[in-house]
DNA sequence: GAGCACTGC
């Protein structure tokens, strides 16, 4: 290698001068031969190219290549992709790609690339998988002589964004030509993309539309021991692609040492593994249990300040309310530990994902320093959720406290209810949590539970998130990508059969599949909006009801975090401010209405943050819902659906619109117990349930739709509207077939209804 | 009269 750097060298300081007139002759179109020793051999040629540039990358061979002639070629002083000459930038980035442990198995992993069409890669932090394996691939797929890309999929788009700009600077080339990323709102590729990073889900949504992935060569799957959704969803779908397209290379690249199941559910593809780079971490076990585990965090975190060198702190907890107040008692005792025993200061960081992003960004500002010189040494805590064990991380972290338990998605399919769960962690998240501690120096990890608990009570890996989930969206979706035998649709952790059965049930409701399961106009319209089966219906019918405007701003709304913001310190306020827009009837209607006057104020000139900021609004959401009623704007403009709306004098403005949310939202109806109960029951499933507090509606109805339910300290529905029962048999008479309804008050009432309408409808017939 | 783990299309 030292030999290829010499002679590299050399090659400059001849060419030293000479820049202009190369780039000159290669803009021209016309190859200076001279300037490319590796083009000897090709003088006799004939030019193969159209633009008659003759590429270095002639010599190699579609899977073929070998780490050595790579080499080389990432050598050369003109970049092989693109012919410009290369940066002085990245000659220095070359070296440090030359020192990741993964470059060590170049050779290994093409030979196992050219023998195989499904491989497993394990890497460890830091081993370097993510930026290097698809250049490696890149240097052998050669997608300029195919036409066919490499596509690289992360679970999550920041993901794709900076390791797409990290690569594109790697390679020495624009961001967007000849690698890009694509991700919801935003592609940034170009006709000249080969290598192409987006989300496991955009690469899904793109199935839809070419069932054999065909314009891709290779398809890398990262980080895929996260299991999300989208991942095991991709994965099976590859599994069955790889049987019809012999020419497709697909690598599955995970970090656990859970590689095996990944092997075998590849049909015993082969495996590499390379050795991360990271620290040792000393794990320490509480002797006993803990009874509290936010006392027990906080006295840790206070020990390791008094008696710990120095080095920054990382403490996991579950959820918003808990993080606050761990802060606020870390801090109470800091100052008394100061005072008392001249500590070194500590900053205490909350982290979690509701935070706006400034103040998240705060995590990465530096520990304090000591109070005087020489004196202890200063040090941040940062206190979070999962969010810093997967999506951020920190570097400069030493000491980590892991309670052991975090927020985890339930769902139960007998209820139809999705919830939220305080529960013990995995063992593989207690160790991706412990490796938090070692990315910069060996480190500490403090465990508040047992040594035997960890060994005995936690499970090896977290559930992955599809035996978790609704799966409505889901089979909608499969249903889509062509997947005809759900059944038997090969998924690496297959759902309960009554979770697979509630979803079709459901589907089957809204139309999107009929009687034997297929796929219907109605369905496979739905599966085209990035929504939830019952927004998508809910969207698609609303012309129907004369109001399709005013539903896309609703379900813009309805698909983005809380528009309302209720700061602690001014509740009463912000209340006061959200009963301004509030509409009688409901919940849905007084977020089309804050919405209207946020465009209002947006038009008029007006400062919109400060308009916000003045009305408790999210100027951050109502931006998100803006863009995501863009994008579904357009997708409604694509299949011809009819934008209209009541004109606002009318007096079915809002009758409308509460019609049409039940187009989509039938299901989701709730009736009032008794004339002076304050608790609902749910059609059908017959729950109990409360109306969130969060409501604006006061008066009590007796019907109302909801958007979701949830359950917290009690069952709750929340983000309700009025609703009149006739339009339930109108709107939807098939569920509310009344001979499908058990007994009870729902039927009873319901019956009563279907009668009066009956005796309506008589009466009109004998006029 | 309460809350919002984290993602993604």
Redesign the pocket.
């Known amino acids: 290698m030292s030999d290829t750097k010499g002679s590299k060298r050399s090659n400059t300081e001849e060419e030293d001068g000479s820049q202009d007139s190369k780039r000159l002759k290669m803009a021209n179109g016309k190859t200076d031969e001279k300037y490319n020793p590796y083009l000897a051999h090709h003088y006799d040629d004939n030019d193969n190219s159209q633009n008659g540039f003759q590429s270095p990358l002639d010599q190699l061979q579609r899977h073929n290549t070998t780490a050595q002639q790579a080499a080389k070629l990432e050598d050369l002083d003109a970049n092989p992709w693109t012919s410009q000459p290369h940066s002085q930038r990245y000659f220095g980035i070359l070296k440090s790609r030359r020192d990741l442990p993964v470059h060590k198995q170049r050779q290994e992993f093409l030979d196992m690339y050219h023998s195989s069409q499904i491989l497993v890669f394990v890497g460890e932090t830091g081993s370097g998988k993510t930026t290097q394996i698809p250049q490696y691939v890149l240097y052998d797929e050669l997608p300029h002589q195919t036409g066919k890309l490499i596509a690289c999929t992360?679970?999550?788009?920041?993901?794709?964004m900076s390791v797409a700009q990290r690569v594109a600077n790697e390679l020495d080339v624009e961001l967007g030509q000849e690698v890009g990323y694509?991700?919801?709102?935003e592609n940034r590729t170009g006709p000249k993309t080969m290598l192409k990073y987006?989300?496991?889900?955009?690469l899904?949504?793109e199935a839809m539309h070419d069932h054999d992935m065909s314009r891709y060569s290779t398809i890398i799957i990262d980080e895929a021991h996260e299991r999300?959704?989208?991942t095991d969803i991709l994965m099976a779908l590859l599994k069955q692609i790889a049987e019809r397209r012999k020419d497709l290379k697909i690598i599955v690249m995970s970090a656990t040492l859970d590689a095996q199941k990944f092997q075998t559910y590849f049909f015993n593809a082969p495996l590499l593994a390379v050795p991360g780079r990271t620290f040792p971490v000393e794990i320490f076990y509480t002797p006993e249990p803990e009874r509290d585990y936010v006392e027990a965090s906080v006295r840790t975190v206070l020990q390791i300040h008094a008696a710990e060198p120095e080095g920054d702190i990382l403490l996991f907890l579950?959820?918003?309310?808990?993080?606050e107040d761990a802060c606020r008692r870390i801090n109470l005792e800091v100052d008394d530990m100061i005072r008392e025993s001249d500590a070194g200061p500590l900053k205490v960081y909350p982290?979690?994902?509701?935070?706006p992003p400034a103040q998240q960004q705060r995590i990465f500002d530096k520990a304090p320093e000591p109070f005087r010189k020489g004196g202890r040494p200063g040090r941040k805590c940062i206190i979070a959720?999962?969010?810093a064990e997967?999506?951020?991380t920190i570097d400069g972290i030493v000491y980590v406290v892991d309670p052991g338990f975090?927020?985890?998605?339930i769902y139960n399919p007998r209820s139809r209810v999705?919830s939220?769960l305080v529960s013990p962690i995995s063992k593989a998240s207690a160790q991706q949590r412990a490796g938090r501690a070692g990315r910069t120096r060996p480190g500490k990890c403090f465990r508040l539970y047992t040594e035997k608990a960890f060994k005995g009570e936690l499970i090896p890996q977290t559930y992955p998130?599809i035996l978790?989930s609704n799966l409505a969206?889901t089979v909608l979706?499969l249903k889509k990508l062509g997947v005809e035998d759900l059944v038997h649709f090969d998924l690496m952790d297959p759902p309960a059969p009554e979770t697979m059965m509630r979803a079709l049930e459901e589907l089957n409701y809204l139309a999107c599949l009929d009687d034997d399961g297929e796929l219907t106009k109605l369905g496979s319209l739905a599966s085209e909006?990035?929504?939830?089966p019952a927004l998508a219906v809910m969207l698609i019918s609303s012309p129907e009801f004369y109001c399709s405007n005013e539903m896309l701003s609703i379900t813009s709304l309805l698909?983005v975090?809380?528009i309302?913001?209720?700061p602690?310190n001014a509740?009463k306020r912000a209340?006061e401010m959200k009963m301004q827009f509030a509409h009688p009837d409901g919940d849905h209607l007084t977020l089309l209405n804050a919405y209207h006057a946020f465009k209002g104020a947006e038009q008029s000139g007006s400062d919109v943050k400060q308009w916000c900021h003045e009305h408790f609004l999210s100027a951050r959401h109502l931006a998100s819902a803006d863009n995501v009623r863009t994008q579904l704007k357009r997708i409604m403009e694509t299949h011809d659906i009819e934008l209209i709306s009541t004109p606002f004098q009318d007096k079915n403005y809002y009758t409308n619109i509460r019609r049409a949310l039940l187009a989509g939202f039938f299901m989701q109806v709730a009736m009032r117990e008794g004339s002076n109960s304050?608790t609902y029951k749910t059609v059908k499933d017959d729950q109990l349930v409360?109306i969130?507090?969060?409501?604006v509606v006061s008066s009590p109805y007796d019907w109302v739709v909801y958007n979701e339910f949830?359950l917290?300290?009690?069952q709750?529905v929340?983000t309700v509207t009025n609703i009149r029962p006739e339009w339930l048999l109108e709107i939807a008479p098939v569920y509310y077939d009344v001979d499908t309804f058990e007994k009870g008050e729902i039927k009873t009432a319901l019956t009563r209804i279907t009668e009066k309408i009956r005796r309506r409808q008589a009466i009109k017939g004998d006029r």
Not at 154 to 160: G, L
Not at 198 to 202: A, C, K, L, R
Not at 318 to 323: A, D, K, L, N, S
Not at 529 to 532: E, G, K, S
């Open positions: 992360q679970p999550r788009r920041v993901a794709a694509s991700i919801r709102f987006m989300t496991d889900g955009q899904l949504r999300t959704l989208a579950t959820g918003e309310e808990e993080i982290l979690y994902g509701t935070l959720t999962n969010i997967t999506s951020l975090s927020k985890q998605k999705e939220l998130e978790r969206n979706e909006f990035p929504l939830d698909s975090p809380q309302f913001v209720r602690n509740r209340d304050k409360m969130h507090p969060s409501t949830v917290t300290t009690k709750y929340r």
